[in-house]
């Protein structure tokens, strides 16, 4: 499928910025609902039909839930508040009931200050960049006035709790400690809850929200302090999700962090082993390091690659049959299970793998032999066409033609943040520190950076 251009709004996860800035803010809020509400009736959801909406713990989020709920008012659908849940138990709400549409009002791994709006399709998957492009068409040019919504309640939490619990018999996880760090985020109540089901013994990381601290110094961005909790603790594993729990970083009982790609490793090669993908073709985005592919041919699996972002990821693993796909920053998509990338489904699909192997992680992690990776992030005043970066591309290409097909060297634009994200794998660290160096210098030269 070929792409369109980028969106003036809608970046790589829906819309997202700080609150109160130029795109999160009430009148465009309610201007996107409206929009959203035409786009699905347009495209045969009939009038009156419902919209799931649930969102993270931003103190921004109820206020921005309203908004939205009066545009999708003025363009005569209903909504089903969930309150607080993670992004997944939106998706999972809206596969099951067949909603007109759902809405995660998150803005993922960023600090309170931001926030944003996703959007999930009667299937439970993200909207596509064609979907997005054609709401973004549809924007009155002002909020409509004097709408009041009715919201009825909607319990897509409870919901998700029952079905992620039912993934281990009960009491599974009896004699367990496990260290949870929600990110004082949406996952605090869910993931606590089935694992406390599952008879786990918990020590609780940032658990507290209080609408300002969300992914403040904990979650899936920092796992030092789960790490430091679970060398004291003695625990078997640590779980970190992101601020809107659809995110999985690991701790080993060791204090060993694992990232999405050693995640995906475990359950891949477990999977592949048991014959439990009825497609042995796995997918993960540019960004997963290229270690990943030896293990998964080495156990007679195929890789593809996707786009950086979750939902691209989704499209290649629907096109090609795929089950199961991942990207290094702990989206993990288990497609028998959720539509959608969950940090807690995840965590237990690993868990499992524990269980039915009697490895600790430590020892299943092994598996995965890691080229050596570094990455960088310059933020820009203005994301310059990289085809016009003269500097840039040529060192690109060099450095394409030294590495060969022992590394590789990856530049593109963040779809979320104003930056510019720079990856280099190679055979040594040396050869690895001297590329990005030669990429940094490059885009210096080349582009306007803040």
């Given at each position: 499928?070929?792409?369109?251009?980028r969106?003036k709004?809608f970046?790589t996860?829906?819309?997202?910025?700080p609150?109160?800035g130029?795109?999160?803010?009430?009148p465009?809020a309610a201007?996107?609902?409206e929009?959203?509400?035409?786009?699905?009736l347009?495209?045969?959801?009939l009038?009156?039909?419902?919209?799931?909406v649930g969102?993270?713990t931003r103190?921004s989020?109820?206020?921005?839930e309203?908004?939205?709920?009066?545009g999708f008012?003025?363009a005569g659908?209903r909504?089903?508040?969930?309150?607080?849940v993670?992004?997944?138990?939106?998706s999972?709400a809206?596969?099951?009931?067949?909603?007109?549409?759902?809405v995660a009002?998150?803005?993922?791994h960023?600090l309170?200050?931001?926030?944003?709006?996703?959007f999930?399709?009667p299937?439970?998957?993200?909207?596509?960049?064609?979907?997005?492009a054609?709401?973004e068409?549809?924007?009155?040019?002002e909020?409509?006035?004097?709408?009041a919504?009715?919201?009825?309640p909607?319990?897509a939490?409870?919901?998700?709790?029952?079905?992620?619990a039912?993934l281990?018999?009960?009491e599974?996880?009896s004699?367990?400690?496990?260290?949870?760090?929600?990110?004082?985020?949406?996952?605090?109540?869910?993931?606590?809850?089935?694992l406390?089901?599952?008879g786990?013994?918990?020590?609780l990381?940032?658990?507290?929200?209080d609408?300002t601290?969300?992914?403040?110094?904990v979650?899936?961005?920092?796992?030092e302090a789960m790490?430091?909790?679970?060398?004291?603790s003695?625990?078997?594993?640590?779980?970190?999700h992101?601020g809107?729990?659809?995110?999985?970083?690991?701790?080993?009982?060791?204090?060993?962090i694992?990232d999405?790609d050693?995640?995906?490793?475990?359950?891949?090669?477990h999977a592949?082993?048991?014959?439990?993908?009825?497609?042995?073709?796995?997918v993960?985005t540019?960004?997963?390091n290229?270690?990943v592919?030896?293990?998964?041919?080495?156990?007679?699996?195929?890789?593809v690659?996707s786009r950086v972002?979750d939902?691209?990821?989704i499209?290649?693993?629907?096109?090609c049959?795929?089950?199961?796909?991942?990207?290094p920053s702990?989206?993990?998509i288990?497609?028998?299970?959720?539509?959608t990338?969950?940090?807690l489904?995840?965590?237990?699909?690993?868990?499992?793998?524990?269980l039915?192997?009697g490895?600790?992680l430590?020892f299943?992690?092994r598996?995965?032999?890691?080229?050596?990776?570094r990455t960088?992030?310059?933020?820009?005043?203005?994301?310059?066409?990289l085809?016009h970066?003269?500097?840039?591309?040529s060192?690109?290409?060099?450095l394409?033609?030294?590495?060969g097909?022992?590394?590789?060297?990856?530049?593109?634009?963040?779809?979320?943040?104003?930056?510019?994200?720079?990856?280099?794998?190679?055979?040594?660290?040396?050869i690895v520190?001297?590329a990005?160096l030669?990429?940094e210098?490059?885009?210096?030269?080349?582009?306007?950076l803040?």
């Amino acid at each position: 499928m070929t792409r369109i251009p980028r969106h003036k709004y809608f970046g790589t996860d829906g819309v997202r910025g700080p609150y109160g800035g130029p795109v999160i803010n009430e009148p465009f809020a309610a201007r996107l609902g409206e929009a959203a509400g035409r786009f699905v009736l347009a495209n045969g959801a009939l009038a009156g039909s419902q919209v799931i909406v649930g969102r993270d713990t931003r103190a921004s989020g109820p206020t921005l839930e309203m908004v939205l709920a009066r545009g999708f008012a003025a363009a005569g659908l209903r909504v089903a508040s969930a309150g607080v849940v993670p992004t997944p138990a939106v998706s999972l709400a809206v596969a099951e009931a067949r909603a007109a549409l759902g809405v995660a009002i998150t803005a993922s791994h960023n600090l309170a200050i931001d926030n944003g709006i996703k959007f999930f399709g009667p299937a439970g998957v993200k909207l596509t960049d064609e979907e997005e492009a054609e709401i973004e068409r549809q924007l009155p040019a002002e909020p409509a006035a004097n709408v009041a919504p009715v919201i009825d309640p909607n319990d897509a939490g409870q919901r998700y709790e029952t079905k992620v619990a039912a993934l281990l018999p009960p009491e599974a996880l009896s004699g367990w400690k496990i260290v949870l760090d929600t990110a004082n985020g949406a996952g605090y109540r869910t993931s606590r809850e089935v694992l406390k089901k599952l008879g786990a013994e918990l020590m609780l990381l940032g658990n507290e929200p209080d609408g300002t601290n969300i992914n403040a110094g904990v979650g899936s961005q920092h796992p030092e302090a789960m790490a430091v909790a679970v060398r004291a603790s003695g625990a078997r594993l640590g779980i970190a999700h992101d601020g809107d729990a659809d995110r999985c970083i690991l701790c080993d009982e060791a204090g060993g962090i694992l990232d999405g790609d050693e995640i995906f490793i475990i359950l891949a090669l477990h999977a592949l082993k048991n014959n439990k993908l009825s497609s042995r073709t796995l997918v993960v985005t540019l960004q997963s390091n290229i270690g990943v592919d030896a293990a998964v041919r080495a156990a007679g699996g195929e890789v593809v690659r996707s786009r950086v972002g979750d939902r691209y990821l989704i499209e290649r693993m629907a096109a090609c049959g795929s089950a199961l796909g991942s990207e290094p920053s702990g989206h993990v998509i288990c497609r028998e299970i959720s539509p959608t990338s969950d940090g807690l489904v995840a965590a237990l699909k690993v868990i499992e793998v524990m269980l039915v192997t009697g490895q600790p992680l430590s020892f299943l992690r092994r598996h995965l032999k890691k080229f050596p990776q570094r990455t960088a992030a310059l933020a820009v005043r203005e994301k310059l066409p990289l085809e016009h970066c003269a500097h840039l591309t040529s060192e690109i290409a060099a450095l394409e033609s030294e590495l060969g097909t022992s590394g590789r060297a990856l530049v593109r634009y963040s779809g979320t943040e104003s930056k510019l994200r720079l990856l280099v794998e190679g055979e040594s660290e040396d050869i690895v520190s001297a590329a990005l160096l030669r990429l940094e210098t490059a885009a210096r030269v080349d582009l306007p950076l803040s």
